[in-house]
């Protein structure tokens, strides 16, 4: 059992990072978490446990990392991603580990199994990850689709009470960015939140891996752009209008569109026969990734709720300009210099941007978002905000909770 006074065990201690929001092939939350763990073992004393869905119970030991699977469905139309609904075994995993602070990216039913953990062991620091705008994404688009926008309001509200209920429990609450989650989550009451921002792989990512027999095996030379989007392909992430604003683009301009993901959508996508848009699926290695991002000449995201938006700044990274829409984390990823931003849900004002975007220097833009990107963006930093910021607030506020004056936590790189 642990002490009452927070103290790490031989001065280590053990995070957990709960989530079902994993996918083994790319997505914000699994880039994170690698990148944690990564920062965890490589630079401070401490031990790493995932507790992830997966398609059988197994635990995998690795040194001071350790994963924990529990057997989940897959999502419908999402077969890379698992619905972990299975709180006993969560709870068993975390009876069984006894972590020392846990962190949840979700705000389903696990940070429930999490609080529950803590009745238990009340000195478990509990550290919640705003990931994504589910009250929008999830309650209020598709009910105001379905029902009108009033039903789909009072669904959106709902379901942000909820969050605001959920969240004022944990020791601490971050958001990716303030426009993602952030100023919203402090309107529900719920104090301070943090903002850490997530990093990208420089050294993987960047113009020099741009592949010109790539382009000429898609049949393109350097007067013909290639526009590309990389994620799910579902009604969340709006994929749909990418395509629709593609498909107004003047023909004579010889563009060409790369849809890198699977979900729902690709579907539809292929059965147009539109021999100008291209959809490999995932992209299952980073290396591919950045020669099929730096081998592109614009990236474009309609995406109106990016918590983040992990895939645009790698995009930037790359070298690219990026177009996309006036709403999200996007207001804070694409500023004026570095590409174009419009109205949601507007396929006309898209392509009016991306026309715009490639016939004013694209190569130029591109560079001044890759400048932003390295200066601003790297997983050091958000780690340093993590471990130098986030959980010394929590390991405090817990300690304040149980009437402790517990040490503050180690430094990350202690």
Same mark, same amino acid.
Request: aromatic residues 8%; proline residues 7%.
């Given at each position: ?8 065990? #031989? @001065? ?12 083994? =092939? @790319? ?9 944690? /763990? ?38 419908? !139309? ?13 709870? &068993? ?14 705000? %389903? ?8 953990? +803590? ?10 990850? %705003? ?8 309650? @209020? ?39 993602? #989650?952030?100023?919203? *989550? ?12 997530? #990093? ?9 891996? /741009?592949?010109?027999? *790539?382009?000429?095996?898609?049949? *393109? ?7 590309? %989007? ?5 009604? &969340?992430?709006?994929?749909?209008? =990418? ?38 699926? !995932? =992209? ?6 950045? +020669? ?6 614009? %990236? ?31 207001? &804070? ?25 490639? /016939? ?55």
């Amino acid at each position: 059992m642990h002490g009452p006074m927070l103290e790490p065990r #031989g @001065g280590a201690r053990l995070y957990c990072d709960l989530t079902q929001s994993w996918s083994a =092939v @790319g997505g914000g939350v699994g880039t994170y978490l690698r990148a944690k /763990r990564a920062h965890i073992l490589e630079n401070t004393p401490h031990r790493h446990l995932l507790i992830l869905p997966g398609d059988c119970d197994r635990v995998e030991a690795d040194g001071r990392a350790t994963t924990v699977w529990i057997k989940s469905p897959a999502v419908p !139309f999402s077969p890379n991603y698992r619905l972990l609904l299975r709180n006993p075994a969560v709870r &068993e995993a975390l009876e069984r580990f006894r972590p020392d602070a846990i962190e949840c990216q979700d705000a %389903y039913n696990l940070p429930w199994a999490a609080l529950a953990h +803590r009745m238990r062991h009340p000195h478990t620091v509990l550290v919640a990850g %705003y990931m994504t705008d589910f009250p929008t994404v999830y309650a @209020g688009r598709p009910f105001s689709k379905t029902f009108g926008a009033a039903v789909g309001g009072a669904a959106a509200r709902l379901c942000y009470n909820y969050c605001g209920r959920l969240y004022r429990q944990f020791d601490a609450v971050y958001a990716l960015s303030d426009h993602g #989650g952030g100023n919203m *989550l402090r309107s529900l009451g719920v104090d301070p939140v943090h903002i850490l921002p997530l #990093g990208v792989e420089l050294e993987a990512f960047g113009p020099e891996n /741009r592949d010109l027999d *790539l382009r000429r095996e898609l049949g *393109l030379d350097d007067n013909q752009p290639l526009l590309i %989007y990389v994620g799910r392909l579902d009604i &969340e992430k709006r994929p749909d209008l =990418v395509v629709e604003a593609f498909r107004r683009l003047p023909s004579d301009l010889g563009a060409k569109l790369v849809i890198l993901g699977q979900g729902p959508q690709r579907e539809q996508f292929e059965a147009l026969g539109d021999p100008r848009i291209i959809t490999p699926g !995932f =992209v299952t290695d980073r290396p591919s990734l950045a +020669r099929w991002l730096a081998s592109s000449d614009i %990236y474009v995201s309609a995406m109106p709720n990016e918590t983040f938006g992990v895939s645009v700044i790698e995009a930037q990274a790359s070298g690219l300009p990026v177009v996309g829409v006036a709403a999200g984390a996007m207001l &804070e990823r694409v500023f004026a210099g570095m590409g174009k931003l419009g109205p949601v849900a507007d396929p006309d004002a898209m392509a009016a941007n991306i026309l715009e975007v490639w /016939r004013d220097d694209p190569r130029g833009t591109g560079a001044r978002g890759r400048a932003h990107v390295a200066g601003e963006f790297s997983w050091r930093h958000s780690m340093d905000v993590l471990f130098g910021e986030v959980l010394p607030a929590a390991f405090a506020r817990r300690a304040a909770a149980l009437g402790s004056s517990g040490p503050a936590p180690l430094a990350a790189a202690a």
